[in-house]
């Protein structure tokens, strides 16, 4: 019904506060994503309720407030900071007469700008799809219902949508099907990695933590690294050299966030199972978010999610520069390197990383191959 809003446009936020004690973060985060998604917050109309008004989400007097939000500024685009059912949404749209987008959608919108490989840019189509294929099942329903019931058949807008549905299906079925195909052609590639007994570490932690400067800055490749949230999509490997090892193959993945859409994770799941299938995690942590504690939770929970929860982790502390502490090297009761402070940014600290990998990778050669010493993990 209404354009797809331009990047750079003016847009108004709202956020209402149902007594979550995240709020504040979750609208923190929304901004973050907006300004990521090259939009400009004109302003934010903030509320407090119960639960979601049916038809509105928000209440009436509370979406007169946006409307003159949306008037006193120009806006183009409302961005709630929540789920929307598609019906809220069209009633949204007519009431405020600008095009109203969800999180979700907002989210979306990132993914389908940033996506680079064509691997990255299926997933998303396929993530766009599931969601606009649900609206439109839904949207169907309600339809059925305007028109009495089941029984009736045959009005053109039901063929049309029937037709749309089909269509929508096919898609997603080819879709399926390249995503799985270059799934295994990578599957292959691992084996033969696996085989040649190459290392293989994954750069997993939130969105902005610094995994991409982290990345070039032991690969010295142009991984786009920016002050963006889901700057990164596509899953980037790398060889990187070390003096006592050898190669050592290095991933930097997408960035994970709180509240991230369903069909998006499942619709990442090919790129995520590579992190779940390393031999080591560096979980990258913005030691300067104030944030830094939900956000490693949250991490973590993902990788449950994928299934990575016992592959090796080391923490890397990234941001040092922000805080002032110096570099530093955590081992754990066991005399295992645990975590690492570090500014991915200046360099400083970075060479103890490549030590923690050195350690890594000869405590996990078998043991035939060591003839002169036997492995203590650095236990006494
Ligand atoms: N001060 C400081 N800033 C850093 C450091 N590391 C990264 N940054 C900045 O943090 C922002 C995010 O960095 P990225 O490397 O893109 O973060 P990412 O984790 O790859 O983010 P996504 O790809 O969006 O998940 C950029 O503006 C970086 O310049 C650091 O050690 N110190
Ligand atoms: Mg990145």
Redesign the pocket.
């Known amino acids: 019904m209404f354009e797809r809003p331009e990047a750079g446009g003016t847009v108004v936020l709202v956020s209402l506060d149902f007594g979550s004690p995240d709020y504040q973060d979750s609208l923190n985060e929304l901004v973050l994503l907006t300004r990521?998604a090259g939009f400009k917050v004109a302003a934010v109309v903030e509320g407090r309720r119960s639960k979601p008004d049916a038809a509105l989400f928000a209440g009436s007097g509370k979406v007169e407030e946006v409307a003159a939000a949306v008037q006193e500024h120009g806006a183009g685009l409302v961005i709630f900071n929540h789920e929307l059912s598609p019906i809220q949404e069209r009633n949204l749209e007519r009431a405020l007469q600008c095009r109203v987008l969800d999180r979700t959608a907002l989210i979306l919108d990132i993914f389908a700008q940033r996506a680079r490989s064509g691997e990255g840019k299926l997933q998303v189509e396929l993530a766009q799809l599931k969601h606009y294929a649900t609206r439109l099942v839904r949207g169907w329903t309600h339809l059925e219902r305007q028109r009495g019931g089941i029984g009736v058949r045959g009005g053109p807008g039901e063929k049309q949508i029937e037709l749309d549905r089909r269509m929508l299906a096919n898609r997603i079925r080819t879709i399926e099907a390249k995503l799985k195909k270059l799934e295994q052609s990578r599957a292959i590639q691992r084996r033969a990695r696996n085989r040649g007994g190459v290392l293989s570490v994954s750069?997993v932690?939130?969105?902005?933590?610094?995994?991409?400067?982290?990345?070039?800055r032991l690969t010295r490749a142009g991984?786009?690294?920016?002050?963006?949230?889901?700057?990164?999509?596509d899953t980037t490997s790398r060889k990187l050299w070390l003096p006592e090892v050898g190669s050592v193959v290095l991933s930097?993945?997408?960035?994970?966030?709180t509240q991230l859409p369903h069909g998006l994770v499942a619709a990442f799941h090919a790129t995520l199972e590579e992190t779940a299938k390393a031999d080591l995690l560096l979980h990258?942590i913005?030691s300067?978010s104030p944030n830094r504690d939900r956000q490693i939770e949250e991490v973590n929970k993902v990788l449950a999610e994928i299934g990575a929860q016992d592959v090796p982790q080391i923490l890397v502390y990234?941001?040092?520069?922000?805080t002032g502490a110096a570099p530093d090297l955590v081992r754990d009761e066991y005399g295992k390197i645990a975590a690492v402070r570090?500014?991915?940014?200046?360099g400083e600290g970075v060479d103890l990383l490549k030590q923690a990998l050195e350690a890594f990778a000869r405590a996990k050669q078998p043991k035939t191959e060591i003839q002169t010493e036997p492995v203590t993990d650095g236990m006494e």
């Open positions: 990521s750069l932690g939130y969105t902005n933590a610094g995994k991409s400067t982290l990345f070039n991984t786009y690294a920016a002050d963006q949230l889901f700057a990164t999509l930097d993945t997408v960035g994970f966030i990258v913005d300067a990234n941001k040092c520069d922000l570090l500014s991915a940014r200046t």
